[in-house]
């Protein structure tokens, strides 16, 4: 009796656990597929401006002031070429500043001779805090150019300074070593002309250079990277931006501005405080700290992703730094899903409480738990005959043919609208990408993705190191 | 759960499909490119030989021998560059090889971007249909980019309705966007009363308000001083604030009254402009309210103050001094900052 009993309640438990395993499957692929279909009508009903040229024809004369807001630790490697290719951008008004957050190697010197800086003082308000800066440089070769000389003090911090410095109306923030396109800050500042008032801010694509032709800053031709890692990340790239950010755009529940390339209003930003020091996702930070002073402040906005500007980075090649990467990613959206934890359902934030971090918590939070546990204990289960082959079917297909469909859905949302691979062959190599990706490289995602978990329970702050090989080593 | 597996298989492999199918299109697409290419560059050597010889037959066997689209797409950019008499030559000829229409039917039935586009090449083109393609734009089309798009065509051609008429059919969305400002930029003189009459309406959005003022100052001139100066009193920041920036181009017999009195607005945009107007005015008679704005809450209006007080020369530079050497102060730190603007010694 007993017995029994106790093999009852075994059955029972994992019978509740392999539900909430594929129920949770199920609703991370509901939302997948949800994406997929605002997405497409996002696209379809918005489609690319061709050519810069007509964009300069259309927007020059109107074209809002923007300030390039370029944090660098230890760039000694690329730094001086990345200014170069910024401070080459296709836009009437805007202004580029490198802020030198206390780098260890010779960024500054790098700087200082590239663009023969001298020392300069520029009235700027105090209005966001960051470490003390130690000097500030202007460059007699163009006026465009500032650099901010800064104590350590993280990447969030360096943003704050620039976001003080700065007197353009709008800034728009990107890593030290990615590549933006000639026209991207054009295009990623049409919402601001469209809608000035209730644009905040803006997101663009951002694409992966590994393999590309890169010459002077430029990406001069597009080529898939050699490396299967680095092609994985391709394709995650695609679904991530033309898939999930354009959906959410289109609702307005944008919850992620990449900080490797967004366009803010600076007077929103300062008022909500700044980039939040010490975050490990201190662009999801303040994008729901954005969303937050809106709604309290009962202002109409919108938080909008382009797709069309593009900026270029270097994507980790080698398992053990893309790990340490997602880790961090994993931290970071925790971390923010935590903190602002009372926005979660609370009718106060309408669709950003529901929506918004509704898919926080069933992608980032509850997701990669269910999904290697799933792992573990649906194959398990199913041997020791507690569950049906129809579970492990259904966890199969969550994991395997679902992640096919969203994967190539996304291939076909890119080569139906945006086109931006140029070879027939890249985009048959990319399909089989996203076939196989879903057979290891997302198991593996996922265990980094539980390891974030754990080292967010450890109050792990490290953001480990990130080895990068410069753009200028990509394909010549 | 049959279902989920069931639909899982046949949903990957109709995004299978499907992809398969984009790739196909790709290769033709790739085998007709290189021919797209070709015919672009043979038409763009027709164009530039057509500005040396004026073979207004042989440019329009090229353009006849194209892909209208390619003919339209390299022309619209060829045309953009020419002015004068060689510009309207090469109109008259995409006019004879009825191009125009082609952009008409596309300014119908083009996705969004197409539109916008169609709409920008019939007002380069001024092709008899036009106004008529673009009034009916205007009118119907559902998108407010389009709208605006549409309404700058016209202006250009001269052929812009009524202003209430044109923001109306714009719709109120579309009234936040900065593209009115290029609409409003590219009003002809005899038109500019359209926009003092729309600049002065209350019920009216501020933002086109305040665009039309900014409008009339670039061009208007001192005509529309006295009603700038009146604006500066609007209970709209945004407007008060476009008419003082408008002030500080034209001037104003009252303007040191009128400067001194929006100094102490509620709204520190409006402070901020007054003290941008005093200096562009080189009013150094404001020196003591400008000194005193420097003490103002808002960074922007004690810079701007700090800046207008610059720009008066000595005078100004001696009171900035005596700021910077008196107590520490929001004002006297202001001026220590804006006295050492400028490379370090």
């Known amino acids: ?476 | 759960m049959w279902l989920v597996w069931d639909m899982s298989i046949l949903l990957s492999a109709l995004s299978l499909v499907i992809m398969l199918l984009l790739i196909a299109r790709r290769v033709l697409q790739e085998r007709r490119g290189s021919a797209a290419a070709d015919q672009r560059r043979s038409l763009l050597t027709a164009l530039i030989a057509f500005t040396e010889n004026r073979d207004r037959e042989a440019l329009k066997a090229v353009l006849l021998s194209v892909p209208a689209s390619v003919a339209i797409d390299a022309g619209f950019e060829f045309i953009s560059l020419l002015r004068g008499e060689e510009h309207d030559e090469l109109v008259s000829a995409f006019n004879e090889c009825g191009l125009p229409a082609l952009v008409g039917k596309q300014l119908e039935r083009g996705n969004g971007a197409e539109r916008i586009h169609a709409a920008e090449m019939l007002a380069a083109l001024r092709s008899e249909n036009a106004v008529a393609s673009l009034l009916s734009a205007l009118d119907r089309d559902r998108s407010r980019e389009v709208r605006i798009a549409a309404a700058i065509a016209l202006c250009d051609v001269g052929a812009l309705p009524p202003l209430v008429i044109t923001l109306r059919k714009i719709g109120i969305a579309g009234q936040r966007s900065r593209r009115l400002i290029e609409l409003f930029r590219r009003f002809p003189p005899r038109r500019f009363d359209e926009l003092e009459d729309h600049a002065g309406r209350q019920d009216a959005v501020p933002f086109t308000r305040a665009a039309a003022i900014d409008a009339l100052a670039r061009s208007g001139g001192f005509r529309f001083a006295d009603f700038f100066a009146r604006a500066v009193g609007d209970p709209s920041a945004e407007v008060a604030a476009a008419a003082l920036r408008a002030l500080g181009l034209t001037g104003h017999a009252d303007a040191p009254a009128i400067l001194v009195k929006a100094m102490a607005n509620d709204d520190w945009d409006v402070r901020a402009e007054a003290a941008n107007a005093a200096g562009r005015l080189g009013l150094s008679e404001l020196a003591a309210p400008l000194a005193q704005l420097m003490d103002d809450e808002a960074w922007t209006v004690r810079y701007a103050a700090a800046n207008a007080l610059r720009s008066f020369g000595r005078a100004g530079e001696r009171v900035l001094q005596e700021i910077a050497a008196s107590e520490v102060s929001r004002s006297q730190r202001t001026a220590s900052l804006i006295l050492a603007e400028g490379p370090a010694i």
Request: proline residues 4%; charged residues 20%.
């Open chain 1, 1 to 476: 009796m007993m017995v029994a009993d106790w093999s009852h309640g075994v059955v029972l438990a994992a019978s509740i656990l392999s539900w909430f395993i594929i129920g949770a499957g199920l609703a991370q692929t509901a939302v997948y597929l949800l994406q997929l279909i605002v997405a497409a009508y996002a696209l379809s009903r918005r489609p690319p401006v061709a050519r810069s040229a007509l964009l300069w024809h259309r927007y020059g004369d109107v074209a809002p002031p923007i300030a390039l807001l370029v944090p660098a630790y230890n760039e000694e490697v690329n730094v001086v070429e990345s200014v170069h290719s910024m401070l080459a951008l296709e836009y009437p008004n805007f202004e580029v500043i490198v802020i030198n957050d206390g780098s260890k190697d010779q960024t500054l010197q790098r700087l200082i001779e590239g663009f023969k800086l001298v020392k300069f003082h520029r009235p700027y308000e105090e209005a966001v805090t960051h470490k003390p800066i130690r000097g500030l440089y202007s460059s007699p070769m163009t006026e465009r150019l500032f650099v901010i000389d800064k104590e350590n003090g993280g990447k969030a911090d360096a943003q704050n300074a620039g976001i003080n410095v700065c007197r353009a109306p709008l800034f728009c923030v990107i890593d030290g070593d990615s590549i933006l396109e000639p026209d991207a800050l054009m295009r990623a500042a049409q919402p601001f002309i469209d809608d000035p008032e209730r644009t905040i801010a803006v997101g663009g694509t951002i694409r992966i250079a590994n393999g590309s032709r890169i010459e002077a800053g430029r990406v001069r031709e597009i080529h898939l990277p050699t490396r299967l890692v680095a092609l994985f990340q391709v394709v995650e790239y695609l679904r991530a931006f033309l898939m999930a950010r354009l959906a959410w755009s289109r609702i307005n529940t944008l919850m992620l501005v990449s900080g490797a390339f967004g366009l803010f209003r600076r007077a929103e930003v300062v008022a909500v405080g700044g980039f939040t020091k010490g975050s490990m996702g201190e662009d999801m930070d303040l994008v729901i700290k954005l969303h937050r002073y809106m709604r309290d402040t009962k202002r109409k906005y919108s938080i909008q992703f382009v797709p069309e500007p593009v900026c270029w980075t270097e994507a980790p090649e080698t398992l053990s730094v893309l790990g340490r990467q997602r880790t961090r990613w994993q931290r970071g959206a925790l971390e923010c899903f935590f903190r602002y934890r009372s926005m979660l359902f609370n009718p106060r934030y309408g669709r950003v409480g529901f929506l918004g971090f509704g898919h926080i918590l069933v992608v980032d939070v509850l997701g990669p738990v269910a999904e290697v546990l799933g792992y573990v204990l649906i194959p398990a289960f199913w041997l020791l005959g507690i569950l049906s082959a129809e579970y492990l079917l259904a966890f199969t297909s969550l994991i395997f043919t679902y992640g096919v469909c969203v994967s190539v859905c996304s291939l076909v949302l890119e080569e139906a609208e945006l086109q931006r691979f140029p070879r027939a062959r890249d985009l048959a190599v990319l399909t089989a990408v996203a076939v196989i990706e879903n057979f290891g490289y997302r198991q593996l995602n996922n265990f980094w993705r539980v390891k974030g978990w754990w080292q967010f329970l450890r109050g792990d702050q490290g953001w480990g190191e990130m080895t990068r090989t410069g753009l200028g080593g990509a394909k010549k």
